[in-house]
């Protein structure tokens, strides 16, 4: 069974810093990874896919790098509208599955 | 742009079905793409519950299989979860999403909350 293991679970930070957001999975994924921003009340947003390209819309400040079991989401200068809870997520098996890590948290310091 | 509206009851009883559907517009469901369907209990993170493509294949969560169905009308450009023997374990927000080709959730509904209680 899949497991994606995020870290840290809380990230608390100020505005203007560097955010870097780590995933591991269990087993190999090669690039078939993804991240989600997911705010209070609302659905979660996908910002990266294929581990390194980014969404439609989504701001240059967002950036994913990794392949096989570690990735990392970085945000280079966090915004106020970037704290929020952000997910991982796989998708190595065809038909796809979702197999989610357990979130990390952006906080204000 | 694609859209996706869940709905269905809000409250169901315990032993009882759960029954949400998601509309979709801008898109018509029969020119491909997986839709899934993926929930998450207050305060938590985030289950893919299955998935089902336009020709009515479907997969689901090996946790859920034995009490999920997923169908897909696309006449009504929709399709629908099943949850059958619920517990208050199964309280949580139900999204509809769409799966990209390349397997990521790019569209995603703006969620229901269903609660089990008596």
């Known amino acids: 069974e899949m497991v994606m293991t995020q870290s840290p679970a809380t990230l608390s930070l100020s505005p203007g810093e560097r955010a870097t957001l780590s995933c591991r999975a269990s087993?190999?994924?090669?690039?078939?990874l993804a991240w989600y921003q997911q705010k209070p009340g609302q659905a979660p947003r996908l910002l990266i896919y294929?581990?390194?390209t980014r969404a439609t819309g989504i701001p240059a400040r967002f950036s994913g790098s990794g392949s096989g079991t570690e990735f990392a989401l970085t945000i280079s200068s966090l915004q106020s509208e970037d704290f929020a809870v952000y997910y991982c997520?796989?998708?190595?098996?065809?038909?796809?599955?979702?197999?989610f890590g357990q979130g990390t948290r952006v906080e204000i310091k | 742009q694609v859209q996706l509206q869940e709905s269905g009851p809000g409250l169901v009883k315990p032993s009882e079905a759960l029954s949400l559907t998601c509309a979709v517009s801008?898109?018509?469901?029969?020119?491909?793409?997986?839709w899934g369907w993926i929930r998450q209990p207050p305060g938590k993170g985030l289950e893919w519950i299955g998935s089902v493509y336009h020709n009515g294949n479907t997969y689901y969560n090996p946790s859920l299989k034995s009490r999920v169905t997923i169908s897909v009308d696309t006449s009504k450009n929709q399709f629908s979860l099943k949850l059958s023997s619920v517990t208050a374990a199964d309280t949580a927000e139900y999204y509809c999403?769409?799966?990209?080709?390349?397997?990521?959730?790019?569209?995603w509904g703006q969620g229901t909350l269903v609660t089990v209680s008596s």
């Open positions: 997520q796989q998708y190595n098996n065809w038909p796809p599955r979702g197999t």
């Open positions: 999403a769409r799966t990209a080709v390349t397997g990521q959730f790019d569209y």
């Open positions: 294929g581990a390194s």
């Open positions: 801008d898109y018509s469901i029969s020119s491909g793409y997986y």
């Open positions: 087993q190999s994924v090669g690039s078939n």
